[in-house]
């Protein structure tokens, strides 16, 4: 077998070799079995642990393939996308944006890479659609939006590589399946199209291999390339002196050992499972700051500019300390991380590994992880996970059959996009893995359901969303549908929360409960929201309210 340092010069182009070689490096045996297969024409799922590369490998085979396309000529039209990057995070999406700049400008490559989420004003995205960057960074959302578009084939007519971070956490939900379905309607405009699927936390890498390609037959699936190794992380469970409550998710008790652990160490990163736990821990800890550490806040309601002023602080190694939610717990690289302190019980061992991975981004040295218990209940979670994590146990959720509120979502969105044949649509939405075994009958009801509103408001005209016109092809029957839609695409919703109070019904002495509910709907594009209210009362008091979306 040939020498890491033979292959890449038989395999990466010279320049390439050159960027390696000034740096200390050397491309890693997987990153160059990635680049052959997908430069081959294979699609491929690599799976390797926290600090291995992932990142660059799956841009290895887009970057070499840009390196070697001839210069624009003036006047001439602008080329579309080359590489689509699809991660599950805006912040993750910035992040490798700042990472890949690195060496596109090292070695001197002609290569634009951009960014498009929710956070990107709407003027740069709509002179995105004009003048695409080579590589677009994006989410599963802003996909869903650019396939709806009239001119998606135009705009996607070059692309060649699809790369999805964190293929894992984007595979188990609902947001999963629209972006299989998104991947779909790229395949018919580009039917050679290649992916690249990283993760490093697989629990049944078949799966995810099946998802990646377009299920033409039973055994269809990509390539696998499995790293082992790694160093195992060192993880410890607080030895409090305080005493731990018997209920309660703030951790107050342990907020002075917490501090202290951050005192220790160069960058912290605070991991809490609720932004509500999130503003808590960071107000205490500036409660007891009293050596005035830089200590921010990261999380998704954040005001945009709020958060980008954090990140770039924390990869200028600014700041000693960030709390902050899921937003920063994927594939972020911030090297100076030397420790994560994961307050309340990690709520399983798969999201465990994932955070404790930010602690000392690389292969060789073992991330180290503190567990704080917000009460004893939580520390036998604690111990279930550390054990779990310890014997290399994944507890991902398994795939599950395509949901059909997002299939109605997209049938939605195809049709403004451009008229669509039934048959057609149903055989596209097929290739996709969610949706492999949906029959044409309930794929027909789901058609029928956007066109209608379904039994309950086939008789308002308001609701007759889509036609089917003379032709047999599926049309929007007015553009504010279309305008609708692009306001509400996505599949994230908040959890629901309920305030209970105790009134009297006025003349009968009655106690009864009246619940209202602060559950909300976000539209992901306007982030406007409605309060849903919902009043239930005890006994015999009558049942009052108005239900909203």
């Excluded at 890449?8 to 000034?22: G, H, N």
């Excluded at 003048?131 to 578009?149: F, G, K, N, R, Y």
Aim: aromatic share 6%.
């Amino acid at each position: 077998m040939p020498s890491d340092a033979f292959a890449a010069s038989t395999v990466l182009p010279e320049s390439f070799a050159r960027w390696f070689a000034s740096r200390g490096w050397a491309p890693r045996a997987h990153q160059l079995d990635l680049l052959a297969r997908a430069s081959g024409g294979a699609s491929v799922l690599l799976i390797a642990p926290t600090g291995a590369g992932k990142t660059l490998a799956g841009f290895l085979p887009s970057l070499t393939d840009l390196a070697s396309r001839p210069r624009r000529k003036p006047g001439e039209r602008y080329r579309g996308i080359h590489t689509l990057y699809i991660s599950p995070l805006k912040a993750l999406a910035v992040d490798i944006e700042r990472n890949l700049g690195r060496p596109v400008a090292e070695m001197e490559l002609d290569i634009v890479v951009e960014t498009r989420t929710g956070d990107t004003p709407a003027h740069k995205r709509q002179r995105q659609k004009l003048v695409p960057p080579d590589i677009l960074l994006t989410t599963p959302e802003q996909l869903a939006l650019l396939i709806a578009s009239k001119d998606a084939e135009r705009f996607f007519a070059g692309l060649k590589y699809v790369v999805l971070d964190e293929l894992h956490s984007l595979v188990t939900s609902k947001r999963g399946h629209l972006l299989a379905l998104g991947l779909a309607r790229l395949r018919r405009f580009v039917p050679e199209l290649r992916t690249i699927g990283l993760s490093a936390t697989v629990a049944e890498p078949d799966a995810l291999r099946r998802w990646l390609v377009p299920q033409s037959s039973p055994d269809a699936m990509a390539d696998v390339i499995t790293v082992e190794g790694g160093a195992k992380p060192v993880i410890t469970i607080l030895d409090s002196e305080e005493r731990v409550p018997w209920a309660g998710h703030s951790a107050r008790y342990a907020i002075g050992e917490i501090y202290e652990a951050i005192k220790a160490h160069r960058t912290t990163l605070l991991f809490v499972n609720t932004r509500s736990q999130a503003e808590f821990l960071f107000r205490e800890l500036w409660r007891v700051n009293e050596d005035t550490l830089p200590i921010a806040l990261h999380h998704g309601s954040l005001d945009v500019a709020q958060r980008r002023r954090v990140e770039n602080a924390m990869e200028a190694n600014a700041l000693r300390a960030v709390v902050a939610t899921s937003t920063l717990d994927l594939g972020i690289d911030w090297g100076d991380v030397d420790l994560v302190v994961h307050v309340g019980a990690p709520k399983g061992a798969s999201r465990l590994a994932q955070r404790i991975g930010r602690s000392n981004h690389r292969m060789d040295e073992p991330s180290r992880a503190i567990l704080v218990p917000a009460n004893r209940f939580e520390v036998l979670e604690c111990r279930a996970a550390l054990e779990a994590n310890y014997l290399g146990a994944q507890d991902t959720p398994p795939l599950q059959q395509g949901a059909l509120d997002v299939l109605a979502q997209h049938v939605m969105g195809m049709a403004c996009a451009q008229p669509f044949d039934e048959a057609d649509l149903l055989d596209e939405v097929r290739s996709a893995a969610p949706y492999a075994e949906l029959d044409a009958d309930t794929f027909a009801r789901v058609v029928e359901f956007v066109a209608t509103g379904g039994y309950a408001l086939r008789s308002y005209e308001r609701y007759a969303r889509i036609r089917k016109t003379r032709d047999g092809l599926w049309r929007v029957s007015h553009p504010r549908f279309a305008q609708q839609y692009r306001l509400n695409v996505g599949t994230i919703i908040e959890s629901p929360m309920l305030n209970v109070r105790m009134t009297r019904q006025r003349g009968k002495g009655e106690t009864c409960r009246v619940a209202r509910s602060s559950a909300r709907w976000r539209s992901i594009s306007s982030k406007r929201s409605r309060p849903a209210t919902l009043f239930v009362c005890w006994q015999d008091a009558p049942f009052r309210g108005h239900p909203r979306k």
